[in-house]
């Protein structure tokens, strides 16, 4: 059974590059959370994709997007990238039944340098 | 005042030892909370959910405290592999939307 995965496992960009990031969930789930962290710090929630559709976003600028497919799986675009946005971007899957959303399970990570 | 709030540490203690972290919440809105490991850059892994009745699972214990706003993790006979950094996120929206954390603390097991 296939846990989370991230693609791609490490990446090097300088200032005013675009990104993108990718996130298959874990078999069974259909919801995923995408998490940036920033050394020595707890994940931080940028937004939340279920049905091809964002429902939740955290205080992320609209720099910040994203995408989901009918597989499931979604990408994290990241425009005029920054500085500060050199982070640990974490995506995670869970399964929603109704309005309920089960426990989210991690993928591995994607480490974003910023040059 | 962060919404999650955790002693980042690291706590140091030796092997077979017995620690026991705190993390303070501030939003009365709380609906679930969670323990979370992470070794060094890597992801978090689940270690357990949060009852409010207190839950147990093998040597962790993990303890709701709604009406002070806490929740605690006992880690009994400490291994060397406990060693990592020690999430206790928060689900503030209800329904699993957002995982609120705090920074983490750093659990150190030595011999």
């Known amino acids: 059974d296939a846990g989370v995965t991230q693609s791609p496992t490490h990446l090097i960009k300088t200032r005013g590059q675009q990104v993108t990031l990718r996130c298959s969930p874990k078999?069974?789930?259909?919801?995923v959370s995408w998490y940036q962290q920033a050394l020595g710090q707890g994940p931080q929630f940028i937004f939340q994709?279920?049905?091809?559709?964002?429902?939740q976003r955290g205080n992320f600028p609209d720099r910040f997007s994203g995408h989901q497919f009918p597989n499931y799986s979604s990408e994290l675009n990241v425009n005029a990238l920054l500085l500060g946005d050199s982070a640990l971007y974490l995506c995670?899957?869970?399964?929603?039944?109704?309005?309920?959303?089960?426990?989210?399970?991690f993928g591995p990570g994607t480490r974003l340098t910023v040059l | 005042r962060k919404e999650v709030e955790q002693d980042p540490g690291p706590f140091n203690v030796p092997e077979g030892a017995t620690v026991a972290f705190n993390c303070t919440y501030s939003?009365?809105?709380?609906?679930?909370f969670f323990w979370y490991r992470q070794d060094c850059r890597k992801e978090p892994k689940l270690l357990m959910s949060?009852?409010?009745s207190g839950n147990e699972d093998g040597r962790f214990t993990a303890q709701l405290n709604r009406a002070s706003q806490y929740i605690s993790l006992l880690i009994r006979d400490s291994k060397l592999s406990d060693s990592a950094t020690y999430l206790c996120?928060?689900?503030?929206?209800?329904?699993?939307?957002?995982?609120?954390f705090g920074t983490g603390t750093q659990l150190k097991v030595e011999l």
């Open positions: 995670a899957s869970s399964h929603t039944t109704g309005e309920q959303r089960d426990t989210q399970y």
């Open positions: 078999s069974g789930h259909d919801t």
């Open positions: 994709y279920y049905e091809e559709e964002e429902r």
């Open positions: 939003n009365s809105a709380s609906q679930s």
């Open positions: 949060v009852y409010s």
């Open positions: 996120p928060g689900d503030f929206t209800g329904g699993g939307n957002k995982l609120t």
